[in-house]
C-alpha cells in the first residue's frame, strides 16, 4: 500500500495539472485547419496554374489568414500576461517550439495573403486594385507576385506543413506528459489538419470535380490518420510507467468515452465510411461527413490537451 | 528590481495599467537577466521572542516601510538558534489577521449572542473595574478567578494577586502537564519544568511515550530530536498511531491506548530482572529499590502483552537498548499527559525508569539546568487572599495538585457544585476555554452563571462571544512583555519588545493591568511607567546591560556544569533527599507508592465506536492559528484518521466527510474529511486539535474540520493532583450525506448582527 | 567544472514535514497567496503495523537539463547565476508552456503579475552575501543543505560522499540539482 500525501495545492497544477482549457485546443484545430488550406492551396496552384476552377475554390485561400487571426486570438486570450505577446518577437528560442511557432505564424501572414490574392478572380482582383489605387507599390507588387505564383505556393505548403507539424511538435515534445510525448504527435496534427483543411473546403459550393478530388483525398488523409493514431497508442503501451498510465486516459480512464466516440468513431470511422460510400455510389460527397471530420479534428485536439495535462510524472514519484 | 505587481482584472480589464505595465519594464528586451530581488529584508530588524507558541522562542522581525515583512529565529537565542517553527515563522499571519479584535468592546444582548458594542478603552475598563470591586465587595476578592496562558498573562496575574484573589488558573497545568510535573516532583523532587531540561541531542536511546515530536514542534526538543537522529541514537516510539517520530523510529510499539503503565512496569521488570539498571546510581541516591525490585516481580512482559498488545520479545529487546545505552537514554516525560485520569502514577513510571536507567542528572538524560539571578521588581507584598482557591471540593482533595485546577475554578461558578457558587466573576486572558476545558457543554453551563467576565485576546475566539467585556491585545510583535529568565542548558534572559506599534485600538497587556490597578486602588502595585521601565528597573539591579538586551534581543549566562559527573551537585528536593523509587509520601496519602496497572480499568470502545485520541499539527498551536490564514496555507482543516480495515468494513472513501458523535451522543458541530490510513490502531481515531470552530467570526476556519473537545464529555480527574484526563471518550461515525442539516450546527447564538470591528 | 553549480540536498531522515520550510520562503519572497514554491511530500508504504514513511521537502529540482527553459518561447526562462533556473518576470508572457515541461510540476502562475513564479535558490539572497536559502536557514532540523555542487569542499558536496542520495525522475533526463539523502 502507498500512501501519500502533499502539502502543495498550487491553482492549475494541484491536483492535476489544468493549466490550459479551450482556447488552446481551439487554437490547435484552427492552426490545423489552416495548414491544411496552405498546403491545400499551394499544391492546387502548382498542379492548375491557369485557375481553371469554380469561384468559390478561388476564394477560399482567403480563409487561411482570416481563420489563424481567429485562431491567434484564442491564442492570446490564453496569454497569462497576454500584454507580453510581443517578448516572442524579441528572440528566437533554438529549442523552443512556441518560437518557432511564432515565426512561422509570423510567415504564414504575409504568405496566405499573397497566395489568397493571386487566387482571387482576375476580375474582383481588378476592381480591387482599382479602389486601391493609391496605395503605393501595390501595383509592383501585383504584377511581381503574379510572376510568382509556383515559389508563392511552394512557400505555402512548407510553412503550412511547418504550421501543421508544430501544433504537435509542441506538445510532442513535452516529455513531462507521458500522453503527449511522441514524436506521432506532429505528423498526426498534420494530417488531421490536412483532412480538416480539406473537410473544411468542402463545406463550400465547389465543383463536383473538385468535391470528389477533395473527398479522395480526404479519405486518404482519414486513413493516414487512424494508422498515425494507432502508432501513437502502441508506442505509448510498449513506453515506460508513466507513459502506459498516460495512455490509460484515454483507455479506461477519464477521457475513454469521449476520445472514442467523438474522434475515432464520429469524427474519423463514420466520414471514412461515407465518404467510401458516397465515392461507390457516385454520389456528390454531402456536407455532413466534412462536418463531422470537422468535429473530429477539433475533439481530437481538445481531448489530447485535457488529457495530456491529466498525464504526468508525478504520480511516479510516490513509488520510489 | 521591484516586483510589478498590477492587479489583472478577469485576465484583460485592466488594459490600460497592464499595457503600461507591460511596456515600461524594459520592453525594448535588450537587457539581461537581472536578479530580481523580493525586497523583504527589513530597513529594521528587531529582536522579540515568539507568542505563536509557549515556548519563547527568539526571533528576529523584519519590519520593511512599518510592514513586519518576515520573522526569523535569533542566532543568539538558546531556544531558537536561529531556527523556527513553520508558526513561529508564520507570526505575521496572526499580526495581519483581517479578524482580529480591533477595539473594546461591551456585551450589548444575551451571552454568546456576539453583539456587541465598540466603546472606548476608558468605558470598557471603567465597567471592567466597577465590576471587580462591587464583586469584591458583595462575594470577597477570591469570588475573582483569573484563567491565563501565555507569557502576557503575567501581568494580569500580578493584578489579581494584588486584588486578593487565589483562584489563579492556568489549562497548561490540569488539562495539560501537571501529572507529569507531580510525577517527577515525587520521584526527583523536582520537575522537568518548561523548556524541559530533556538532554534530547545527546541520548543514545530516545524512548517517546506519545510525544510526537515533529507534530508537537516545541522547537528547541524538534532541534534535538534531529540531532538524535543524526547521531543514528536508539529510537523507540510508544503510541495507537504512526506518528512522525515513529517514522523516524528504530522501533514503533503501537501500544493499545490508555495501557502504557502496564509496558513501562514490564521494561521496569526487564530491566531489574535482566540488571540492567545502572547499580552504582540507584545504591548511591535512590530510595526503595528494594521494593520496586520486588514490586515489579509480577509485571512480566508476558503479563503485559495482552494487556499492552506489545509482544514479550519486543518488550524484552527494547528493554535492553535502553539498558545498553544508559545512561544516555532519556525516556521521554511527555508533555501533555492528561490522558486516562492515572497519569501521575504513569508520569512516576516513566521517571522511576530514569531513574533505573541513570539518566537524571546525566548526560544523554537529564541535564542540570541553571538560571540568571533577576531580582523581581520591587513591589508591596501582596495581601493573604481572603479565602483558600475554590478549585476542588474539599481543601483535601488532589492533596498534590500544587497549582489551581482549570476545570475546578470552571465549576465553582456553577451553583450546587461548590456550595454557594464561589466564583462570581472571570478574567480571561489567552485561554479559549470552551475549547480547552473539557465538556464545553459546562464551560457554557458556568459561564451563563457569572455575573461578569471579561477577556483580554487578540482574535473573536468562542470565549470572546460570551463575555461581557472584550479588551482586545496588542499581538506579542506589538508590545513589551515580561522578561523571560528560564532554568535552561545554559542561563540567559530575553525581552519581548515592540516591533511595530500596535494596529486599530488595541494595547498591551501591561497597559491594561496597570489602568486596571489604578482603578480598582491599586496604584501602588503599577509604579512604572511603562514595561520597558520595569524591564530596565529588573536588568539594572541584576547588572545586565539594557542596550545589549535591545540590541540583541538575549543576555546569556555562563552555563554551570550541566550533567553529575561535570560536577553539576546531585540534590533532590524529596523528604528523604534521594530519589524516590518508592513513595512515602504517596503512601502517606492513602495512593499506591509505586505505580500499579489496572486493566479492569481500562474502558473498551462499545462495539462500532473507537476511542478518540488528538494531537498537534505542526503548523498550528491549536486553534490559536487556525485562522491565521498564512499558517493554513499548509494545513486548513483537519482530518479524522481512519484505520484502513475500518474504513472498509464502514465503507467510508478517503477524503469522504464524516461527523463524529460519541457516546453520549454528543455530535460534533462540523463534519471533516477521513483519513482513511494505516497509520492508525483500529480500534482508535485521531484528530488534530483546533478545529470544529464555531465562533463565527473567525471568518477564515469558522466550520472547518471537528473539534474534539466538543466530543470530550466525560473525563477522568487524576486523584493525586486533579489532571484531567480526557482520551476517555470513544466516538462513531455519521456520514456527513446522513446527517440533518436543519439541526443547528452551531451550539451558541449565532445572531450576528453587527460586525466585531466596524 | 570550476564554474559554480548551486545545487540542494534534504535529509529525509530528519526532515520532520513541518512545513517551516514553506512559510519561511513565503515571507522570504513574497509568494502569492495561496501558492508555494516549496512543499511537503509524504509517502508511507506498507500495512499497519508494518509501515515505513518518506518525507521530503521539494522544490524546483534547478536541473540542468531543464524543459522548461528548452520549451520558453520567449526566453524568460534562463540559466542563470550559479547554474540555477530562474524567470526573468518582464519577459514572461504567461503561455504556460514551461510549466506542461516541467515533469516535477514545480511552476505555477502569479495571479498578481500573470508571470511564473518558482523557488529560485534564493539567489537573491546567496548572490549577495548571505550564503543561505530561506527555506535552509529556518529548517528547524537543519534538513536542508546548499551550496556548490562544483566544489568538493562544500556542505553539499560533503555529505553527498558521505550518504547515499538519489534525484527525482531521473529517468525524465531532466538532471536535476536537488538531491535528497536515504
Ligand atoms: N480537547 C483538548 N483540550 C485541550 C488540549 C487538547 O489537545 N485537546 N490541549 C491541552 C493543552 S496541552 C493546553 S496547554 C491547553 C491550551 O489551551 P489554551 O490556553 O486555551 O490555548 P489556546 O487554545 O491556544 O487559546 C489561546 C487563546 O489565546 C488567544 N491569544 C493568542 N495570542 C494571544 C495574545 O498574545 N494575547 C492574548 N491576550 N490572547 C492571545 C487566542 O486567540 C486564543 O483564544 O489546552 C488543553 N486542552
Ligand atoms: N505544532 C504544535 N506543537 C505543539 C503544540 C501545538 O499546539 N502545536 N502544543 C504544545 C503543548 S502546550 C503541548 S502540551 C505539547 C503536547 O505534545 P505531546 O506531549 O507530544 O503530545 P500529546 O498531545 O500528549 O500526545 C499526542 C500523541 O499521543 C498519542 N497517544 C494518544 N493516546 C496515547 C496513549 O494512550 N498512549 C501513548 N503512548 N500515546 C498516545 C497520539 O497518537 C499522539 O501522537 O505540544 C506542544 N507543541
Ligand atoms: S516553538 Fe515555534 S511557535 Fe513556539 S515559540 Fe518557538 S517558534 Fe514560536
Ligand atoms: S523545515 Fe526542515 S524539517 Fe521542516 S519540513 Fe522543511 S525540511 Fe523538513
Ligand atoms: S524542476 Fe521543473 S521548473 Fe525546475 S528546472 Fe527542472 S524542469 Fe525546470
Ligand atoms: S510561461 Fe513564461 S517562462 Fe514559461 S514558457 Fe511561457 S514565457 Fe517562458
Ligand atoms: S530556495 Fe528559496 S525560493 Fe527555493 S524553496 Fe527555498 S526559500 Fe523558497
Ligand atoms: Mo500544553
Known amino acids: 500500500m502507498q500512501e501519500t500525501t502533499s502539502t502543495r495545492v498550487n491553482a492549475l497544477i494541484d491536483p492535476s495539472m489544468h493549466i490550459w482549457h479551450y482556447e488552446v485546443p481551439v487554437y490547435l484545430f484552427l492552426g490545423g485547419l489552416v495548414a491544411g488550406l496552405m498546403v491545400i492551396a499551394g499544391l492546387w496552384t502548382l498542379r492548375d496554374p491557369d485557375r481553371p476552377r469554380s469561384r468559390a475554390l478561388q476564394l477560399l485561400p482567403w480563409a487561411a489568414p482570416v481563420l489563424i487571426s481567429v485562431g491567434m486570438l484564442f491564442l492570446w486570450l490564453d496569454l497569462e500576461n497576454p500584454f507580453n505577446a510581443f517578448r516572442f518577437y524579441f528572440t528566437f528560442e533554438l529549442t523552443s517550439p512556441m518560437s518557432w511557432g511564432s515565426w512561422i505564424l509570423l510567415g504564414v501572414y504575409p504568405a496566405s495573403i499573397l497566395l489568397a490574392w493571386v487566387s482571387t478572380p482576375t476580375d474582383l482582383r481588378d476592381r480591387w486594385l482599382a479602389r486601391l489605387e493609391r496605395v503605393p507599390g501595390l501595383g509592383r507588387l501585383d504584377a511581381w507576385v503574379s510572376a510568382h505564383v509556383p515559389l508563392l505556393a511552394t512557400l505555402n505548403i512548407l510553412l503550412g506543413a511547418a504550421l501543421g507539424i508544430y501544433t504537435g511538435v509542441l506538445l510532442g515534445t513535452m516529455a513531462a506528459r507521458p500522453l503527449w510525448n511522441s514524436a506521432i504527435l506532429g505528423p498526426l496534427f498534420l494530417v488531421s489538419g490536412l483532412s480538416t483543411g480539406a473537410a473544411f473546403m468542402m463545406l463550400y459550393r465547389l465543383e463536383r470535380r473538385e468535391k470528389e478530388l477533395l473527398s479522395r483525398v480526404d479519405m486518404g488523409l482519414i486513413s493516414v490518420e487512424l494508422l498515425l493514431l494507432a502508432l501513437w497508442m502502441i508506442g505509448l503501451a510498449a513506453g515506460g510507467a508513466a507513459s502506459r498510465a498516460g495512455l490509460h486516459t484515454i483507455m479506461g480512464g477519464p477521457y475513454t468515452a469521449a476520445f472514442w466516440t467523438l474522434v475515432v468513431a464520429l469524427g474519423l470511422l463514420t466520414p471514412l465510411v461515407g465518404e467510401w460510400i458516397e465515392h461507390r455510389h457516385s454520389a456528390v460527397p454531402a456536407r455532413l461527413t466534412a462536418v463531422l471530420v470537422l468535429v473530429g479534428g477539433l475533439a481530437l485536439r481538445w481531448i489530447i490537451v485535457y488529457a495530456g495535462q491529466h498525464s504526468g510524472w508525478v504520480s511516479d514519484l510516490a513509488s520510489r | ?758 | 567544472m570550476s564554474a559554480v553549480s548551486y545545487g540542494m540536498v534534504v535529509d529525509t531522515r530528519t526532515c520532520v514535514a513541518c512545513a517551516a520550510c514553506v512559510i519561511a520562503c513565503k515571507t522570504e519572497n513574497d509568494v502569492a497567496e495561496g501558492f508555494s514554491r516549496d512543499w511537503i511530500f509524504t509517502a508511507t508504504s506498507g500495512s499497519f503495523p508494518n509501515l515505513a514513511m518518506e518525507i521530503r521537502s521539494e522544490r524546483c529540482n534547478h536541473c540542468e537539463d531543464a524543459p522548461c527553459v528548452s520549451v520558453c518561447p520567449t526566453g524568460a526562462s534562463h540559466y542563470g547565476p550559479g547554474g540555477t533556473v530562474q524567470v526573468t518576470e518582464s519577459k514572461c508572457t504567461g503561455c504556460k508552456a514551461c510549466i506542461a515541461a516541467c515533469p516535477y510540476d514545480a511552476r505555477f502562475i502569479d495571479p498578481r503579475t500573470g508571470a511564473i513564479d518558482k523557488c529560485t535558490f534564493c539567489v537573491h539572497r546567496v548572490e549577495n552575501g548571505t550564503p543561505t536559502t530561506a527555506c535552509q536557514e529556518v529548517c528547524p532540523t537543519k534538513s536542508i543543505y546548499f551550496g556548490d555542487l562544483n566544489d568538493p569542499e562544500s556542505e553539499v558536496s560533503r555529505v553527498l560522499r558521505v550518504r547515499e542520495a538519489y534525484a527525482l525522475l531521473p529517468d525524465a533526463g531532466t538532471r536535476p540539482k536537488h538531491f535528497f539523502l536515504k
Open chain 2, 1 to 758: 528590481m521591484k516586483r510589478r505587481q498590477f492587479i489583472r482584472v478577469g485576465g484583460y480589464g485592466a488594459a490600460g495599467a497592464a499595457v503600461a505595465g507591460g511596456l515600461t519594464t524594459d520592453w525594448y528586451g535588450r537587457y539581461g537577466n537581472p536578479t530580481a530581488d523580493p525586497g523583504t529584508d527589513g530597513d529594521r530588524v528587531v529582536p522579540s521572542f515568539c507568542e505563536l507558541c509557549f515556548w519563547k522562542c527568539g526571533i528576529l522581525a523584519h519590519v520593511k516601510d512599518g510592514r513586519v515583512t518576515k520573522i526569523k529565529g535569533n542566532p543568539k537565542d538558546p531556544l531558537s538558534n536561529g531556527h523556527l517553527c513553520p508558526r513561529g515563522a508564520g507570526g505575521t499571519g496572526l499580526l495581519y489577521d483581517p479578524d482580529r479584535l480591533k477595539k473594546p468592546m461591551i456585551r450589548r444582548d444575551v451571552r454568546g449572542s456576539q453583539v456587541f458594542e465598540d466603546v472606548s478603552w476608558d468605558d470598557a475598563l471603567g465597567v471592567v473595574a466597577e465590576n471587580f470591586e462591587r464583586i469584591k465587595a458583595e462575594h470577597g476578592a477570591a469570588a475573582l478567578a483569573l484563567f491565563s496562558h501565555g507569557y502576557g498573562g503575567s501581568w494580569m496575574k500580578h493584578l489579581v494577586k494584588a486584588h486578593g484573589s487565589p483562584n489563579i488558573a492556568a489549562p497548561s497545568y490540569a488539562q495539560c502537564r501537571g501529572p507529569r510535573e507531580v510525577g517527577f516532583d515525587l520521584t526527583f523532587g523536582a520537575g522537568v519544568g518548561s523548556p524541559e531540561n530533556t538532554d534530547i541531542r545527546n541520548a543514545r536511546c530516545l524512548v517517546l511515550i506519545g510525544s510526537h515530536l515533529g507534530e508537537n514542534m516545541h522547537n528547541t526538543q524538534v532541534q534535538d530530536f534531529a540531532d538524535a537522529i543524526r547521531n543514528e541514537a536508539d529510537i523507540i516510539t510508544v503510541d495507537p498511531r504512526y506518528s512522525v517520530a515513529a517514522s523516524k523510529s528504530r522501533w514503533w510499539l503501537p501500544i493499545k491506548p490508555g495501557t502504557d503503565t502496564a509496558l513501562l512496569l514490564a521494561w521496569m521488570n526487564v530491566i531489574i530482572g535482566e540488571e540492567l539498571y545502572d547499580r552504582d546510581y540507584i545504591e548511591r541516591y535512590a530510595y526503595g529499590f528494594e521494593q520496586l525490585a520486588e514490586h515489579v516481580k509480577a509485571f512480566t512482559p508476558e503479563w503485559a502483552y495482552p494487556r499492552t498488545g506489545i509482544e514479550p520479545d519486543v518488550i524484552r529487546r527494547t528493554a535492553r537498548a535502553m539498558g545498553a545505552a544508559r545512561p544516555a537514554t532519556l525516556v521521554h516525560p511527555g508533555r501533555h499527559v492528561t490522558w486516562y485520569g492515572d497519569d501521575t502514577q504513569r508520569s512516576r513510571a516513566i521517571a522511576l525508569l530514569n531513574a533505573l536507567l541513570g539518566s537524571w542528572g546525566r548526560k544523554g538524560g537529564f541535564f542540570v539546568p541553571s538560571q540568571i539571578q533577576l531580582p523581581p521588581y520591587e513591589y508591596p507584598g501582596y495581601l493573604k487572599p481572603d479565602a483558600q482557591a475554590a478549585d476542588r471540593p474539599a481543601p483535601s482533595d488532589y492533596p498534590l495538585g500544587d497549582q489551581v485546577l482549570a476545570q475546578g475554578v470552571c465549576d465553582a461558578a456553577i451553583t450546587g457544585v461548590r456550595g454557594d457558587s464561589a466564583i462570581k466573576a472571570w478574567m480571561v486572558y489567552g485561554s479559549n476555554l470552551p475549547t480547552t476545558l473539557p465538556d464545553p457543554e459546562n464551560t457554557y453551563k458556568a459561564i451563563q452563571e457569572l455575573d461578569f467576565l471579561v477577556t483580554v485576546d487578540v482574535l473573536p475566539a468562542e470565549i470572546v462571544g460570551w463575555s461581557d467585556v472584550v479588551l482586545p491585545e496588542a499581538t506579542y510583535l506589538e508590545r513589551c512583555d515580561e522578561l523571560y529568565n528560564p532554568w535552561w542548558r545554559e542561563p540567559y534572559v530575553a525581552v519581548r519588545q515592540e516591533v511595530v506599534p500596535p494596529m486599530y485600538d488595541s494595547k498591551p497587556g501591561w497597559w491594561m493591568a496597570r489602568e486596571l490597578g489604578k482603578r480598582i486602588g491599586l496604584p501602588e502595585f503599577f509604579p512604572w511607567k511603562d514595561s520597558i521601565e520595569y524591564a530596565k528597573t529588573r536588568l539594572e539591579a541584576a547588572g545586565l546591560d539594557c542596550e545589549v538586551m535591545k540590541e540583541q534581543g538575549v543576555i546569556r549566562g555562563k552555563p554551570g556544569p550541566l550533567y553529575f559527573e561535570e560536577g553539576a551537585v546531585p540534590e533532590f528536593y524529596t523528604d528523604s533527599g534521594k530519589i524516590e523509587l518508592y513513595s512515602p509520601k504517596l503512601a502517606a496519602l492513602g495512593f499506591d507508592p509505586m505505580p500499579t496497572y489496572d486493566h479492569s480499568k481500562l474502558e473498551e470502545p462499545p462495539e462500532g465506536y473507537y476511542r478518540l485520541l488528538f494531537g498537534r499539527a505542526p503548523v498550528h498551536t491549536f486553534g490559536r492559528t487556525t485562522n491565521n490564514r498564512l499558517l493554513s496555507e499548509v494545513y486548513r482543516e483537519n482530518e479524522v484518521w481512519v484505520n484502513r480495515d475500518v474504513a472498509r468494513r464502514w465503507g467510508l472513501e478517503d477524503g469522504e466527510r464524516v461527523y463524529l458523535q460519541n457516546q453520549d451522543g454528543k455530535r460534533s458541530s462540523f463534519s471533516a474529511p477521513v483519513k482513511v490510513t494505516g497509520r492508525i490502531r483500529p480500534d482508535a481515531v485521531y484528530v488534530v486539535h483546533g478545529y470544529g470552530r464555531r465562533a463565527p467570526k473567525l471568518r477564515f476556519v469558522h466550520g472547518k474540520g471537528i473539534d474534539d473537545n466538543e466530543l470530550i464529555t466525560r473525563y477522568k480527574v487524576d486523584p493525586i493532583m486533579g489532571g484531567t484526563g480526557m482520551n476517555v471518550n470513544f466516538v462513531t461515525f455519521l456520514r456527513a450525506a446522513d446527517v440533518v442539516e436543519d439541526e443547528p450546527a452551531v451550539d451558541e447564538p449565532v445572531v450576528v448582527a453587527e460586525e466585531v470591528v466596524a
